[in-house]
């Protein structure tokens, strides 16, 4: 099984290894799966996700590929990068949801970039737990860093807890 080298993906540590970029509504909340008006997690051993408030709440981490032990070489034959997220909704509550992951050069540059559409959850849906994943091919020469951000919020407007929920994020190497 290859290195997952997002840290904390599923909130067993609260919000640590994560940069809070925005903090919206109520904030960002920890709970467990599967929550007020939530579905069971599709697999074993998540217990744990991330839940959005009332305004956009968005959070980041930035991966050293050079301090995770892949050299300059292995990453200039341009192995492919595999990201992926689970986002669901409750069953009670509409939502939006977005994924951004960047490749990025030594100076923080952007070599090549994967922006998911702005996904939006109608409200009275199943509360299923849906995966999104993107895989950079063919980018290019000088990839030193990976920025994984992800966001979203409800679309109801409620006080608390009532936006998308998020766990389980990948960046992996392939190679």
């Known amino acids: 099984m290859m290195k997952n080298l997002i840290k904390n993906p599923c909130g067993e540590e609260e919000l640590e290894h994560w940069e809070d970029v925005e903090h919206g509504g109520d904030g960002w909340k920890v709970e467990e799966v599967p929550g007020d008006c939530g579905a069971a997690f599709p697999s074993d051993g998540i217990c744990k996700y991330f839940a959005t408030s009332f305004e956009c709440c968005s959070k980041t981490q930035v991966i050293d590929l050079l301090k995770e032990e892949y050299t300059a070489e ?102």
């Open 74 to 175: 292995m990453l200039d034959a341009q192995p492919k990068i595999v990201v992926s997220d689970w986002y669901a909704a409750r069953t009670d509550a509409g939502c939006l949801y977005e994924l951004k992951v960047q490749l990025l050069s030594d100076c923080r540059e952007v070599i090549s970039e994967y922006t998911s559409e702005n996904i939006t959850i109608p409200g009275n849906t199943d509360g299923a737990w849906q995966e999104i994943s993107h895989t950079f091919s063919d980018y290019g020469q000088g990839v030193r860093f990976i920025q994984f951000t992800h966001s979203g919020q409800d679309s109801v407007y409620w006080k608390g807890w009532f936006g998308v929920r998020m766990t389980n994020s990948s960046v992996t190497i392939e190679g």
